[in-house]
């Protein structure tokens, strides 16, 4: 006779599964903590640093808890829809005040930026159609899994030509091209990451009206708005998107630029055909989130409804963010003019760029100068100070590609 536990060890609900291979980005994350150099250099991890290389809680988000504290009355649940103040008033930041108010467009509270992409995700695997998700690259390495988890079709294309360290626009269209319509073409609002890339306004103007002659559906992943050229700058391509295109999807993040990265807040916005379309869509995206996650976190987004419902904390908010940006824009003029291969940083946003190096020259950086990256050799720009940029460059230069052509 087999023993309970035999029988129980030959039919193991988990014995099929296959280890998984470790993030790299913690892995990095891992080997820098462990470094007992003094003079070490933490460019991989995407969050804002300040000069002192801290990632600081903003004025406004100290004043606002502040507010939280003494004047919260309950805990109790808010609902699969979360805050829904909180999604109307940042609708205004993101959207704008004329496309916040268009009855077409809908949103609720998600678990941040990654959040917001799932639930899209499961709407858009929701309708039936099957679409195919087409994604430029290289791209948020957590872009492709999520969809694929949601059982869609992902097809990678042509966006970044490493030559140039620019968008490669020809060679993004052509790929599109092969779209059929109702597919799903996903971009970055602004501050592309990894490259730092960001469409032209005549980009933004003759994309909109290619997707929208193709019939297809553009999802915006917003996520860095106010760090590129400004908050109605950096949102302005995703604007003209939506009102050249009959659907869309929105998904916003409200990590980086309220600083509220653990706090996971974010939003999904959906424009719909019509005012009456977008009824079964708001109930079908409540539907998946109660499903998903049940009820969002509601501090983080709490935090945020108070700075933007109040001018004193909202002009607070818009003055520190300004000074980030700017603190990220002087570090990339001072970087791209250390070195001629480097100059293509200067022209773009954001936190983050790619260097033209290859993971031979990632490991020796580590090794040899402490200076940590993930082996594609992006870099978080807010990751240097002032006083880091010459040793960094000094540390890279030897290393560096006079015309990068490993992507």
């Not at 983080?300 to 002009?315: E, K, Q, S």
């Not at 100068?369 to 010459?390: F, K, Q, S, V």
Request: glycine letters at 8%; hydrophobic letters at 50%; proline letters at 6%.
């Amino acid at each position: 006779m087999t023993s309970v536990l035999e029988r129980s060890s030959a039919s193991a609900l988990f014995d099929t599964l296959d280890r998984q291979p470790a993030d790299p980005l913690l892995a990095v994350i891992g080997m820098h903590r462990a470094d007992p150099r003094s003079d070490k250099i933490d460019v991989g991890v995407g969050v804002y640093r300040d000069a002192a290389g801290a990632t600081p809680v903003m004025r406004a988000v100290k004043a606002a808890e502040a507010r939280l504290l003494s004047g919260q009355v309950s805990k109790s649940y808010l609902g699969a829809e979360g805050d829904q103040r909180f999604t109307d008033l940042l609708a205004t930041v993101a959207l704008g005040e004329r496309l916040a108010a268009d009855r077409r467009i809908t949103g609720i509270q998600t678990p941040g930026g990654t959040g917001a992409l799932r639930l899209a995700a499961e709407l858009i695997a929701r309708s039936g159609r099957a679409p195919t998700i087409w994604i430029g690259t290289p791209t948020w390495p957590n872009h492709g899994p999520i969809f694929r988890e949601a059982d869609l079709t992902v097809r990678t294309h042509a966006y970044f030509d490493a030559t140039r360290s620019d968008i490669d626009f020809d060679a993004f269209l052509v790929a599109l091209a092969e779209a059929r319509a109702g597919d799903v073409v996903l971009l970055h609002g602004c501050c592309h990451n990894p490259t730092g890339t960001a469409f032209s306004t005549e980009q933004w103007r003759s994309l909109a009206m290619f997707v929208a002659a193709r019939g297809l559906v553009p999802l915006i992943d917003l996520a860095y708005q106010g760090l590129g050229a400004g908050l109605d700058e950096d949102a302005a391509g995703m604007r003209a998107m939506l009102g050249a295109v009959p659907e869309a999807l929105v998904a916003y993040s409200c990590d980086k630029n309220f600083a509220l990265y653990r706090e996971r807040v974010g939003a999904l916005w959906v424009q719909a055909a019509t005012p009456a379309a977008a009824i079964p869509v708001r109930e079908t995206m409540l539907v998946l989130a109660r499903s998903l996650w049940s009820m969002p976190p509601d501090h983080g987004a709490a935090v945020v409804r108070l700075i933007l419902d109040d001018a004193d904390l909202a002009a607070s908010w818009r003055a520190e963010l300004i000074e980030m940006c700017a603190r990220i824009n002087g570090l990339r003029a001072a970087l791209g003019g250390a070195h001629p291969s480097l100059a293509p940083i200067a022209r773009q946003q954001g936190l983050f760029a790619l260097l033209p190096i290859d993971r031979e020259a990632v490991a020796v950086l580590r090794e040899l100068h402490g200076i940590y990256m993930p082996d594609a050799g992006r870099i978080n720009i807010a990751g240097l100070r002032t006083e880091t940029i010459a040793p960094f460059v000094a540390a890279l230069a030897p290393h560096l590609f006079e015309a990068p052509t490993r992507r």
